[in-house]
């Protein structure tokens, strides 16, 4: 399999075994690769959706690797194309995903909505794809 990206975030969970569990289930994500701790937990995990790869672990306090906790708010989210963004929230809200904003329309032609999961991280899903105003021909 060939991934066309170079980016792969990486999010780190108090129950990471619950969150891939839970990604799967309400996302669509499928587990490519799971490498328990022996001492229980995730050390490293590939899920996909479509091309794109999110790697999901348990806490590394050691290497400064911790969950998000109880903390409100975030300064990310994660965006995450799918062709029916409509379909894709009718089966997160089936899940009990947390919606954060229900689907709508951008000025800039998209359609998605955001979604939190369990442990806070907020995912948007929606048809849009970046690149489009890159040449500079469209406000760039």
């Known amino acids: 399999m060939t991934v066309p990206s170079n980016l ?3 999010l780190t969970y108090e129950d990471a075994p619950a969150a891939i569990d839970w990604l ?4 669509g ?3 490519r690769l ?4 022996p001492e229980g937990g995730v050390m490293h995990s590939e899920l996909s959706l479509g091309p794109g790869v999110v790697m ?3 806490p590394k306090p050691a290497a400064g690797r911790v969950a ?7 300064s990310f989210g994660l965006a995450v194309y799918v062709e029916d963004p409509d379909a894709h ?3 997160a809200v089936a899940a009990g995903a947390k ?3 229900e689907p709508e329309d951008t000025d800039y032609g998209a359609r998605g909505y955001m979604a939190a999961d369990p442990e806070g991280f907020h995912w948007y899903f929606g048809n849009y794809r970046p690149g489009a105003y890159w040449d500079g021909a469209n406000g760039a």
């Open 8 to 10: 792969f975030p990486s």
């Open 24 to 27: 799967c289930t309400a996302f």
């Open 29 to 31: 994500f499928e587990r």
């Open 34 to 37: 799971v490498v328990p701790r």
């Open 56 to 58: 999901v672990s348990s």
């Open 68 to 74: 998000r906790g109880d903390r409100q708010g975030g």
């Open 89 to 91: 929230y009718e089966r």
């Open 99 to 101: 919606i954060v904003q």
